[in-house]
Nanobody, 128 residues
């Protein structure tokens, strides 16, 4: 499975951006897609995830109420709509996908180790 990321860029605080992540190859095998981010000098942070089959969503505490993850099944694409952006949201954002038959519990969805496919990072810069 290959993941292609688009979107990102620079925006002022309070603005919005949308990231897209399109799966190709054995896209049908993907059952969870997620977004992580990593700022310079910081650890990778869970942002959001969505179960592909029934759309259950998960969010990191720092983005709840501001970010929305969604998916468009026919296009094998997941989206991350980011609203009310803050300077602390500045980071490189990564798309991740989980393929496989092993059941992933909700508590584990926030762990980067759960995901076995990764897209390239895209830089999001929020200016104050």
């Amino acid at each position: 499975v290959q993941l292609q990321v688009s979107g990102g860029g620079m925006v002022q605080a309070g603005g919005s951006l949308r990231l897209s992540c399109t799966a190709s190859g054995r896209a049908y095998s993907t059952n969870i897609m997620g977004w992580f981010r990593q700022a310079p000098g910081k650890e990778r942070e869970f942002v959001a995830a969505i179960r592909w089959s029934h759309g259950t969503t998960y969010y990191g505490d720092s983005v709840k109420g501001r970010f929305t993850i969604s998916r468009e099944i026919s296009k094998n694409t997941a989206y991350l709509q980011m609203n009310s952006l803050k300077p602390e949201d500045t980071s490189v954002y990564y798309c991740a996908g989980r393929s496989g038959n092993r059941l992933i519990f909700s508590a584990d969805v926030t762990q980067s180790s759960v995901f076995n496919n990764w897209g390239q990072g895209t830089l999001v810069t929020v200016s104050s």
